[in-house]
């Protein structure tokens, strides 16, 4: 693609340009106001491979540093403890990790894996994926900082030198990214409006970014359940955060059906009184109807997070909301049948267990473990669980 440069007084900038369209071409641009034919053609295909056949799914491996390796000391056991690894042995055990499972990683059930900028740069696994059929992706977003008007509630960085980082992470085999936007939600102040219009634009600019990259964005609006919040307000904080997001998605320009979400599943509060009486089946109506109110339905597809949840309860919830709508009645006011795939995209829900045979040294037991996990994954995401 050729680059042609625009100066302003003060500024100067590159854009595409120069390719000669083709008649073909021409006479589908009114579909695709903002990208050309063939960008659109490619980030749909993308957006669509990572969600089909039905039941495959997306492995997030986009952990800090200091978080993956947190949590390799606390399946060794150790945590807490003082440093046992130098800095060479912990970035090599980082790398050994990561390769230990995507060279074994089962194609039947995961079909894209989201990379953090060092595994995805410095490490250059993207290829290991690639060869194996398996789309790479990587994490966009970076820090967080408070909301002034609001201390308590993130908003995310990034933004700032966020296209020439994708476009970076496409030169080395990336064609899909990811931004998390963490929502806190109680059952009295949080959260703001000025907090949930913070993070919807900012998950709008990355996806029209990521867009420009050549990159299928996942925006992935995160609501809190630490706190006391019931079961009502989750749905709404989802449904209104979610409608924020696509509305200003359409304000940039973002082609729906080149991207996917990646919401968390509406939930009562760790806090809240009914948070172990409601019931797997009423998480799954719950999620379906916050979805079928605010995705639209040219968006490809919605693979869900795990943060937080354990592993049951990750494949729980996933299999409900999908037996929901396998069994949505003809004419559901909600209108179940028009919802995208519903599959996942777990961290801790896939790796918890092989993560604890890796850092024993069995390597088989771990790649055992984590097709075991993902086959149950595929599962619940046909509501087969």
């Known amino acids: 693609m050729s680059l042609r440069t625009i100066s302003t007084l003060g500024y100067a900038f590159a854009v595409s340009g120069g390719a000669v369209a083709s008649a073909d071409s021409e006479s589908l641009s009114y579909l695709y106001p903002h990208h050309s034919p063939a960008v659109a053609a490619s980030l749909i295909a993308t957006a669509e491979a990572l969600v089909n056949?039905?039941?495959?799914?997306?492995?997030?491996?986009?952990?800090?540093?200091?978080?993956?390796?947190?949590?390799?000391?606390?399946?060794?056991?150790?945590?807490?403890?003082?440093?046992?690894?130098?800095?060479?042995?912990?970035?090599?055990?980082?790398?050994?990790?990561?390769?230990?499972?995507?060279?074994?990683?089962?194609?039947?059930?995961?079909?894209?894996?989201?990379?953090?900028?060092?595994?995805?740069?410095?490490?250059?696994?993207?290829?290991?994926?690639?060869?194996?059929?398996?789309i790479p992706g990587?994490?966009?977003?970076?820090?967080?900082?408070?909301?002034?008007?609001?201390?308590?509630?993130?908003?995310?960085?990034?933004?700032?030198?966020?296209?020439?980082?994708?476009?970076?992470?496409?030169?080395?085999?990336?064609?899909?990214?990811?931004?998390?936007?963490?929502?806190?939600?109680?059952?009295?102040?949080?959260?703001?409006?000025?907090?949930?219009?913070?993070?919807?634009?900012?998950?709008?600019?990355?996806?029209?970014?990521?867009?420009?990259a050549g990159l299928v964005p996942i925006v992935e609006p995160d609501v809190d359940f630490a706190e006391d919040a019931d079961l009502k307000k989750s749905v709404e904080i989802h449904v209104k955060i979610i409608s924020l997001i696509y509305a200003r998605c359409a304000a940039y320009g973002v082609l729906l059906e080149g991207s996917l979400i990646k919401p968390s599943f509406p939930q009562p509060g760790l806090k809240h009184p009914s948070r172990d009486t409601t019931s797997v089946e009423a998480i799954g109506l719950a999620t379906a109807t916050a979805l079928a109110r605010s995705v639209p339905v040219s968006v490809a597809g919605v693979v869900f997070l795990s943060g937080g949840l354990s592993d049951s309860d990750a494949v729980k919830y996933l299999n409900a909301v999908n037996s929901v709508v396998n069994k949505a009645p003809v004419g559901s006011p909600i209108s179940l049948s028009r919802l995208?795939?519903?599959?996942?995209?777990?961290?801790?829900g896939l790796q918890g267990e092989a993560m604890s045979?890796?850092?024993?040294?069995d390597e088989p037991g771990a790649k055992q473990a984590f097709e075991a996990r993902a086959k149950a994954c595929w599962l619940a995401a046909k509501g087969e669980a």
């Open 53 to 134: 056949p039905r039941g495959k799914g997306i492995y997030a491996t986009d952990e800090t540093i200091e978080g993956i390796e947190a949590r390799l000391l606390a399946a060794e056991g150790i945590e807490g403890k003082s440093k046992v690894y130098s800095d060479a042995q912990n970035r090599e055990r980082r790398r050994r990790w990561r390769e230990c499972l995507y060279e074994s990683l089962p194609t039947d059930y995961i079909s894209g894996v989201i990379l953090y900028q060092e595994t995805l740069i410095d490490f250059q696994l993207a290829h290991v994926l690639t060869k194996r059929g398996i």
């Open 138 to 212: 990587v994490r966009a977003d970076t820090d967080a900082h408070p909301l002034p008007i609001s201390p308590l509630e993130p908003a995310t960085q990034g933004l700032d030198d966020l296209l020439p980082r994708l476009q970076a992470a496409y030169r080395v085999g990336a064609r899909f990214s990811k931004w998390r936007a963490p929502i806190l939600c109680n059952s009295s102040t949080l959260p703001t409006q000025a907090g949930l219009e913070v993070q919807a634009e900012s998950l709008a600019r990355f996806a029209a970014i990521s867009q420009q």
């Open 340 to 348: 995208p795939i519903l599959t996942f995209s777990f961290g801790r």
């Open 357 to 361: 045979k890796w850092v024993r040294g």
